[in-house]
């Protein structure tokens, strides 16, 4: 039987250790550092509403890669209109349940969901609750209405528009923490 030879230890003490890292001084001056944002309060980011039953938490942008995260609350039963991805998308099942009308499954709490790039499909909750859907985005998404005629595309300069025109009206302030 082949032996384990992997090395990385699980620590017996708790102390900060001083990594001998040759790039520590470029990376404090180009990074842009990683960052806690809060997903439960509004005290990072407010419920921007989407729609009439619909609400969306920003959590991050990244302009450079076309990167965005947020949570999608669907306070109800509801649907998200068919969409085309051009990038890939990684979800996970917060509360409630949520499924695609062109799959056979259904995504519940603590679920992974992977999208990828050319799939489209239609998203429906039907939990009396609706959903919240935790999302981290890469890549254009293509909205199309029920002709199958192209609607709108949402992408990260989608997304800051939607979180700053809300913060705008609402004299909130922008929160430069969101943006990676
Ligand atoms: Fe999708």
Redesign the pocket.
Known sequence: MASNKMKAPASDTKEIVDVPWAYRDTVARLSPGGRYIDMESDVDSPWVPFGESAAIKHLMFDVRTNTYSNILWMKGPGTIGT?L?RGN?TMVTITGSVRYLEYDWLGTPGGLIL?VPG?A?T?VTEHPEGCKLFGWMQGP?EFYDNQGNYADTVDVWWMITHYETYCKENGIPINAKLYL
Do not use: D, S
Request: hydrophobic share 40%.
């Open positions: 969409h991805h998308v999208e799939e499909h998203l998404i």
